[in-house]
């Protein structure tokens, strides 16, 4: 059955674009999860239709995946398809002080390429390590932006097959949400309008936030970038910290020394490893603050512990 599904997938993208069994820790920044029944790579939003049409005809769950940066994903694996859109679907142009970009265009090279063409606005996502698509859906923010403050529209497939463009008043962008994420939207194109500006002023504010990332964020690890949301009146980072919970682990997850609001793989962690870190920072920060923390990732496949 699954060789059978997998078939009809070659007919639309092509033989090299299709995987069965893939491991997932090869396509997480954490580096961990198992196998994905298939995993697919559409090329542009007709493939990408056309694909998640066959997985509603089949009963056949399927989870879009960017770079896989904000994603943890069980042992087990996913019994399911993943449709990746990150590497085919990344093409971008700019149009005077607008950028319209594929959704697997990288948050680093749109910025930088608004860099280029001396568009500024869009510093703040230079080092956010995702992709546009993501980003829209999650209402990514850093450094005092977020891309609500950018987007003009998106483009979207519907889980009816429908293909729209929503202006950003529709999408309902809050603090990392999106009715895009709500609905179960998958996002295909991206518009942003920035603002004409300096090339050198906007390298040197691009360079300041890395300098400020590279002290303060454990990148030297694989990781799910920060980890839990901000609780409302409070920092994630700080709680977990005043909990004790500083270099926390277990097995090879942990809790940074650098920076509390990142849990990082030290090398050999399982996503069980991962899962039950989590939980354990949400209990015990709870048990002491009475602060719920919610993650940042999202998780995908069956865990013995939930978000």
């Known amino acids: 059955m699954k060789q059978e599904i997998a078939g009809k997938f070659e007919d639309i993208v092509g033989t090299k674009q299709v995987f069965v069994d893939e491991l997932m820790k090869k396509h997480t ?5 198992g196998p994905a029944d298939i995993y697919v790579c559409p090329a542009d939003s007709e493939e990408t239709a056309k694909v998640v049409h066959i997985c509603q005809e089949e009963g056949i769950p399927f989870f879009v995946l960017g770079n896989g ?22 093409q971008m142009r700019i149009e005077g002080n607008e950028i319209i970009a594929q959704a697997g265009v990288l948050l680093s090279s749109a910025s930088k390429k608004a860099m280029e063409a001396s568009l500024t606005g869009m510093e703040f996502a230079s080092g956010i390590p995702g992709t546009l698509g993501g980003a829209v859906v999650m209402n990514a923010g850093a450094y005092g932006g977020e891309m609500k403050d950018i987007l003009v529209s998106v483009t979207v497939l519907t889980p009816e097959g429908d293909i729209r463009q929503m202006s950003v008043g529709e999408l309902e962008l809050g603090y990392r949400t999106s009715v895009i994420k709500e609905k179960g939207f998958v996002v295909l194109e991206v518009r942003i309008r920035l603002e004409k500006g300096k090339k050198e002023l906007i390298q040197k504010r691009m360079d300041e936030l890395k300098t400020q990332r590279v002290s303060k964020q454990p990148l030297e690890y694989p990781s799910a970038g920060s980890t839990f949301k901000r609780p409302e009146g409070y920092f994630a980072g700080k709680l977990i910290q005043d909990a004790g919970l500083c270099g926390y682990q277990v097995g090879g997850a942990q809790v940074s020394e650098k920076h509390c609001g990142f849990v990082v793989n030290t090398g050999e962690a399982t996503a069980a490893d991962v899962a039950g870190l989590i939980r354990q920072v949400q ?21 013995w512990t939930k978000e």
Do not use: A, H, P
């Open 69 to 90: 940066s904000n994603l943890l994903v069980s042992d087990q694996g996913f019994r399911g398809v993943v449709i990746q859109i990150y590497k085919n679907m990344n």
């Open 29 to 33: 920044t954490f580096r961990v999860g």
């Open 283 to 303: 209990d015990i920060v709870y048990e002491k603050f009475q602060v719920k923390l919610e993650t940042e990732v999202k998780f995908l496949g069956e865990f």
